[in-house]
């Protein structure tokens, strides 16, 4: 049985800062599995959208690069692209959003930051995958090369797969532009010409056309749209929204594209859940609402089933932020989903796939850390 273990959110002396948080993680037995002497360690983090003002820490990845590569993994930071267009689209644009957000400032990083698909984002392999959907998937050059792998997910709501975790992750984290497209080739998008208000702030972020100028509105032709879904997330008016039948099918395909990336890594893994500034919004959004409940601290595992199940049980035990949307839908109190009540949908299915595909398992040892 696979260990959960939690790190409690408050720092109350200096043995209990942010830094010494990481020192903690660190000495977990299941890192030594990770960080080696000698071998390559990826770092995958979540690069925010440039407007989402809740980012992962930088300051907890900084440290854990540092730390690492005094323990002599030779670690480095990496990510994905948005497949939306916007500052996150290619290397350039990525690495630059990544340092006004704090990582790397001061060299910390010792400019070891790129993009699992290189520059482009384009650079990869396809993969075969089992399951239902996919038949394979591309993944990034980056991950089919290094040896070792720890993820670090920012915990939020998502309005498809209910909570971003270490499963969308490790399963939209790690892929080529075409690799995401492939996931995302189940969803379809729905314009609402009624509800457009004309603030055209949709076209920034459609990379294909399918969203164009249109005068006092927009257009949006279907047949050319790739699904990156950044007419949905930046659209005001609620005009743009996702046709309910695909979702299940997302789902299940971000399940099967994080079975190939954990079946094709070299080496091990670990993961690390962020349950801080847990926010209405994923990171992929360029704004965002307050959090929705307090900090609750730092999950970590080897088995990211085990480690998204519990964040999940963690957001619904916890009280929600008077203030926030949690008041807003009535589900304050302690063992209301928030997560359901926000988005519509529940992680639980996610998770109970990811089961079925091997990828890991709920049942776990909960041991509290700090």
């Not at 960080?35 to 300051?59: C, D, F, R, T, W």
């Not at 920012?154 to 790690?174: D, E, K, Q, R, S």
């Not at 990156?228 to 743009?240: E, I, K, V, W």
Request: charged share 20%; aromatic share 8%.
């Amino acid at each position: 049985m696979s260990r959960v273990y939690w790190i409690k959110g408050r720092s109350t002396n200096i043995q209990k800062s942010i830094t010494s948080k990481v020192a903690t993680i660190l000495s977990f037995e299941e890192l030594a599995k990770v960080v080696v002497p000698n071998q390559s360690l990826a770092l995958k983090v979540n690069v925010s959208e440039l407007g989402y003002g809740h980012s992962l820490p930088p300051i907890a990845v900084n440290t854990f690069f540092e730390q690492a590569r005094e323990m002599g993994a030779s670690a480095l930071v990496t990510d994905t692209g948005s497949l939306c267009k916007g500052p996150r689209f290619d290397g350039h644009g990525w690495q630059d959003t990544a340092i006004m957000q704090g990582f790397g400032i001061g060299d910390a990083l010792d400019n070891q930051m790129m993009l699992t698909g290189g520059f482009t984002n384009e650079e990869g392999r396809f993969c075969p995958s089992d399951g239902e959907h996919l038949g394979g998937v591309e993944l990034g050059s980056l991950i089919l090369d290094v040896s070792n792998l720890v993820v670090f997910s920012h915990v939020t709501a998502h309005p498809l797969i209910g909570m971003v975790g270490a499963v969308y992750n490790l399963g939209m984290g790690l892929l080529t532009r075409a690799g995401k497209s492939r996931v995302h080739s189940c969803l379809e998008v729905q314009f609402d010409e009624n509800k457009c208000t004309g603030s055209k702030v949709c076209l920034a972020y459609c990379p294909t056309g399918a969203v164009c100028d249109a005068g006092a509105k927009v257009s949006f032709d279907k047949r050319i749209c790739n699904g990156c879904l950044g007419c949905f997330m930046s659209c005001p008016s609620g005009a743009m929204s996702i046709k309910p039948e695909g979702i299940v099918e997302f789902q299940e395909s971000v399940v099967e594209a994080a079975a190939v990336v954990a079946k094709n890594l070299r080496g091990n893994a670990f993961y690390v859940n962020f349950l801080t500034s847990v926010t209405p919004q994923s990171d992929e959004y360029p704004f965002s609402d307050i959090p929705f409940i307090p900090d609750l601290g730092i999950l970590a595992s080897e088995d990211p089933v085990a480690l998204d199940w519990v964040s999940y049980q963690m957001t619904v035990r916890s009280p929600g932020i008077p203030g926030s949307i949690a008041e807003d839908l009535k589900v304050l109190d302690k063992g209301s989903d928030k997560i359901l009540a926000i988005t519509g949908n529940s992680p639980a299915h996610l998770l109970e796939y990811a089961e079925s595909m091997m990828l890991g398992k709920r049942d776990c040892e909960f041991l509290i850390s700090g």
